[in-house]
């Protein structure tokens, strides 16, 4: 039987990944075809900078972590792993596939997005929607048209009393 000591530690690697999963709103498998240190460590910032985190767990912790949770993907858990996962929804999709236009050593995989299993064709989609600042901006553009075809209806309206 194994030593008490290091199924202690497994537990509470176990306990780390599925509180990641439950605090983030996206939690993105990423495969590992040989990233260096280096680019390891500039994902790592590109990934701070959108409030987000990089992981590198076993797959077979990460699998007892998820079935805990009862989320089944033990097929997608084979070779090697990395997570990024982050507390917004979209951040820490952009950052990766950001990253992964210049190193061809990284690659998508599968995703866990508002705790539902998400596919790679879904993760790209969300990687091209903007950043909820520009998204806010381009609400605010919205508004003003609206209030701008206002005041210029009330104009048209004002000059055709003003010719009656």
């Given at each position: 039987m194994a030593n008490q000591k290091i199924l202690d530690a497994k537990q509470?690697?176990?306990d780390e990944i599925?509180?990641?999963?439950?605090?983030?709103?996206?939690?993105?498998?990423?495969?590992?075809?040989?990233?260096t240190v280096s680019e390891t460590m500039e994902l790592r910032r590109a990934l701070k900078e959108s409030n987000s985190d990089l992981k590198i767990y076993k797959n077979t912790?990460?699998?007892?972590?998820?079935?805990?949770?009862?989320?089944?993907l033990t097929e997608e858990l084979n070779g090697p792993k990395?997570?990024?996962?982050?507390?917004?929804?979209?951040?820490?999709?952009k950052a990766v596939s950001k990253f992964?236009?210049?190193?061809?050593?990284?690659e998508m995989k599968v995703g866990i997005v508002?705790?539902?299993?998400?596919?790679?064709?879904?993760?790209?989609?969300?990687?091209?929607?903007?950043?909820?600042e520009g998204l806010l901006t381009m609400f605010a553009g919205g508004l003003m048209g609206i209030?701008?075809?206002?005041?210029?209806?009330?104009?048209?309206?004002?000059?055709?009393?003003?010719?009656?």
């Open positions: 509470v690697i176990i599925v509180e990641n999963v439950k605090n983030s709103s996206a939690f993105i498998f990423l495969e590992n075809h040989g990233l912790l990460v699998n007892r972590a998820l079935t805990s949770m009862d989320i089944n990395v997570v990024a996962f982050g507390k917004d929804i979209v951040e820490p999709i992964i236009e210049t190193h061809p050593n990284l508002d705790g539902e299993i998400t596919d790679l064709a879904t993760l790209n989609k969300l990687a091209t929607i903007p950043s909820r209030a701008r075809d206002f005041a210029i209806c009330l104009d048209l309206h004002a000059q055709n009393l003003e010719q009656k």
